[in-house]
């Protein structure tokens, strides 16, 4: 089945700079790759997701990253601000697989 | 916006009892699912569900588990006889069609089996 590694585990950086989390995984049939957000306590909300058809894709200060060859995609998230502070969990899915595979999570903190 | 609705936001049980936990998908999707959280935790896929018939089980999803859409709008989570382990929270999520496609997610349901 799929495998889903996801770095760091704690992610702490100053208001108005950017964060980067990355992920890999390990079933090349995969093909949907979404990014969840988790306050404490609250159900996860996508934020942003690609398919395996796309390199890159943005919303706002939002953007996600795939590379297909490395098996990896990256949230990057740019001019953070304190209600970004929450736990992110990349996922993967396809090729045959109904149910999302999650990575362990990120906790981000953005220092004021 | 519609959301997914799920009931009890809590509960508490013995071990061995049995539990239903209670999800209201979107009206207008045809995928069902249930994850479960325990806490501190990633979130893990047990089950989906589809044209009233399981879909896809991963090994968490055992015989003490089942699934039942009893009505139109209802998707039910059975645990026949709940152990210490399967405190958790339980997320419902429902998508409009199979892979690839957004599946949202309940609040929640936080077990806690004393």
């Not at chain 1, 890159?56 to 200060?61: G, L, M, N």
């Amino acid at each position: 089945g799929e495998n889903v590694e996801q770095h760091p585990s704690t992610l702490s950086v100053q208001e108005g700079d950017s964060a980067v989390i990355k992920c890999t995984y390990s079933d090349s049939a995969s093909n949907y790759f979404p990014w969840y957000k988790q306050e404490l306590g609250k159900r996860p909300q996508l934020i942003i997701d690609i398919r395996s058809n796309v390199g890159e894709k943005k919303d706002q200060r939002i953007a996600v990253t795939l590379n297909k060859t490395a098996k990896h995609f990256s949230l990057h998230i740019t001019e953070t601000q304190p209600e970004d502070s929450a736990v992110y969990f990349c996922a993967a899915t396809g090729g045959g697989a109904d149910g999302l595979t999650f990575g362990k999570g990120t906790h981000l903190i953005i220092q004021p | 916006e519609p959301e997914v609705t799920q009931t009890p936001s809590h509960q508490v049980t013995q071990m061995g009892q049995e539990v239903i936990l209670r999800c209201v998908p979107i009206s207008n999707h045809l995928y069902f699912y249930w994850y479960r959280q325990i806490l501190g935790q990633k979130v893990e896929f047990l089950v989906s569900f589809y044209n009233n018939e399981i879909s896809e089980k991963s090994e968490i999803f055992d015989d003490q588990f089942s699934v039942e859409r009893p009505d139109g709008s209802n998707f039910t989570l059975k645990i026949r006889s709940t152990k210490l382990e399967d405190s958790a929270m339980y997320f419902c999520a429902s998508s409009e069609a199979r892979q690839g496609e957004t599946q949202y997610f309940g609040p929640g349901t936080r077990l806690l089996v004393l």
